[in-house]
C-alpha cells in the first residue's frame, strides 16, 4: 500500500516556525520528485516547493522563497519542509506529493494533508 502521511502542522503566531513531515512507505522513494502543495479555503491548490529525487535541485513557489526550506531524507523516505517568519497567508492544509521521476504520465501520490494555521 503507498502512503504518504504529513506530521507536523498545528496553529503557531505569525513569526513563528513549523517543520512539517511526510513520511512515505510502499513505493521506491529515492525515485520520486517529493513536492508540497497547500490549500486555503476558496483558493485552488498551489505548490509550495519541490525537490529532486536526490535532494540535488530544489524549487520554491516566490511567496515562500527565504522562509521556506524544502528536504528530503531518503534513508528514511521522509520529506520535510521547514517553514519559518510563518505569516497568516501561510494558513492553507498542506499536501504531500510524489512524483515518478521516470514516466510523466503517471499518475502522482498525495498524502491526506496536514493543517497549518498562522495567526496574527
Known amino acids: 500500500q503507498v502512503q504518504l502521511v504529513e506530521s507536523g502542522g498545528g496553529l503557531v503566531q505569525a513569526g513563528g516556525s513549523l517543520r512539517l513531515s511526510c513520511t512515505t512507505s510502499g513505493f521506491v522513494f529515492s525515485s520520486y520528485i517529493m513536492s508540497w502543495y497547500r490549500q486555503a479555503p476558496g483558493k485552488e491548490r498551489e505548490l509550495v516547493a519541490s525537490?529532486?529525487?536526490?535532494?540535488?535541485?530544489?524549487n520554491y513557489a516566490d511567496s515562500v522563497k527565504g522562509r521556506f526550506t524544502i528536504s528530503r531524507d531518503n534513508a528514511k523516505s521522509t520529506v520535510y519542509l521547514q517553514m519559518t517568519s510563518l505569516k497568516p497567508e501561510d494558513t492553507a492544509m498542506y499536501y504531500c506529493?510524489?512524483?515518478?521521476?521516470?514516466?510523466?504520465?503517471?499518475?502522482?501520490?498525495w498524502g491526506q494533508g496536514t493543517q497549518v494555521t498562522v495567526s496574527s
Open positions: 525537490i529532486t529525487d536526490t535532494g540535488d535541485s530544489t
Open positions: 506529493h510524489a512524483k515518478y521521476v521516470a514516466y510523466s504520465n503517471l499518475d502522482p501520490y
